[in-house]
């Protein structure tokens, strides 16, 4: 007897493709036998663990045998003195991805929607359908979120709206302003995710603290994470910051254990480890200035990026470039799954990993590659 368990899927999975991943280094080896192979495709810290972070972890493993502390009690205190909001207010999530689903599960369903941006990150319309909910895109603009679009397309059954700022892939970002005129203009009962994923690069003066927006607007809950700027993707854990209220509800459909014991102490490690944050800023904003130099020099346009990658246009379709790249040993990401099919985003690497890169391109475009 055969069963078609496609069709005993929920209707919004039946219609999911799996998320791509950037490729990992391992499996480009395996294919080339390449060694020295240069990773700019996950938006991935390039400096390495901190080290403060890797003993802290290490030391955390004899309790492996043990749950980890299901309330995240230490970390939400560190949390809430650091960021000046109450312990009541956070919900800790298997990387922020996590507290994303939260998000979804606990307030969208059948019968409600959710708004996001064209371009904006792929995780939102993945949570969104997983849980039966309708997607509404809202049209970008210049490649950016545009408010007035997604103010405008906010119907009777939306029940969340997605901000990512700065977003991935784009890198651009909402600033203080017009952010906050577009939360004046959204229903109180529309819950506005703020997905501050790469808030800690965003070294702009109009950039806005989603936190501040939390007293005068209930319904913002904003999302951060230990993966980008802390150098800790690997073990998972991020964040949101809410209303109590919306924080309460979170924590009823969380997993109890989701946030691993090496990953608390990691992380409660990490947040005193000034230099390394400190460092990662630096790298990234050198690293940017360098590939964007060298874009230009390449004539190469790209998105004005305030996050800790960047998105390149190609006078052509990005994946044979990419497929070029490879080749060379060098991993960068394409993003035809956001109907960007002549960017590739490329994660800001060390200063020599920056320089692998764009003398590979460099390499290409003077082969021809780019007359397809
Ligand atoms: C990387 C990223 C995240 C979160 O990643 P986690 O590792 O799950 O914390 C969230 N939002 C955006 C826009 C991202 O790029």
């Known amino acids: 007897m055969t069963c078609d368990v496609f069709a005993l899927a929920n209707v919004g ?47 955390s493993l004899k309790q492996m045998h043990l749950y980890p502390d299901a309330s995240g009690f230490e970390l ?41 941006s064209q371009y904006a990150f792929i995780v939102y319309p993945i949570a969104v359908q997983a849980v039966g909910a ?10 950016g ?18 901000i990512a700022n700065p977003n ?12 906050s005129a577009f939360l004046a203009k959204v229903p109180e009962h529309v819950i506005v995710v703020l997905d501050e994923a790469y808030v800690e690069f ?13 007293n005068d607007y209930p319904n913002v809950i904003v999302t951060r994470t230990f993966s ?9 854990i991020g964040y949101s910051i809410s209303s109590p209220q919306i924080a309460d509800l979170l924590n009823r459909v969380r997993a109890p254990f989701n946030v691993s014991i090496p990953a608390m102490s990691a992380a409660l490690a990490v947040l005193d480890d000034r230099d390394y944050l400190q460092r990662s800023q630096q790298v990234n904003s050198a690293g940017m200035g360098q ?47 956001y109907q960007m099919p002549n960017h590739l985003r490329v994660s800001i690497g060390l200063e020599h990993e920056n320089a692998r890169f764009l003398s590979a391109l460099k390499k290409l475009i003077n082969e021809g590659c780019f007359d397809q």
Not at 76 to 103: H, P
Not at 324 to 333: F, K, Q, S, Y
Request: aromatic share 8%.
């Open 13 to 59: 999975v039946q219609g999911l493709h799996p998320y791509q991943p950037g490729k990992p280094i391992e499996e480009l080896q395996r294919e080339l036998g390449l060694d020295n192979i240069v990773k700019l495709a996950s938006n991935e810290n390039p400096l390495g663990p901190s080290p403060i972070a890797m003993a802290a972890a290490q030391a």
């Open 76 to 116: 939400k205190k560190k949390l809430a003195a650091k960021l000046g909001v109450g312990e009541n207010q956070f919900t800790l999530g298997n990387g922020s991805n996590d507290v994303l689903d939260l998000i979804a599960r606990t307030f969208l369903g059948a019968g409600s929607s959710a708004v996001f």
């Open 134 to 143: 309708r997607a509404i895109v809202a049209p970008a603009k210049d490649w």
């Open 145 to 162: 979120h545009d408010l007035l679009e997604m103010a405008a397309a906010i119907e009777a059954d939306t029940k969340v709206v997605f």
């Open 168 to 179: 991935n892939p784009t890198g651009n970002y909402l600033d203080r302003e017009s952010l």
């Open 202 to 214: 965003a070294g702009v003066d109009d950039f806005p603290d989603g936190l501040t927006f939390l």
């Open 228 to 236: 980008k700027a802390y150098g800790l993707a690997g073990l998972r």
């Open 291 to 337: 590939l964007c130099a060298g874009f230009d020099e390449l004539g190469l346009t790209y998105i004005p990026s305030v996050g800790n990658f960047v998105a390149v246009e190609l006078p052509c379709d990005a994946v044979p470039v990419y497929q070029a790249l490879l080749r060379e040993g060098v991993i960068v990401r394409p993003v035809g799954v």
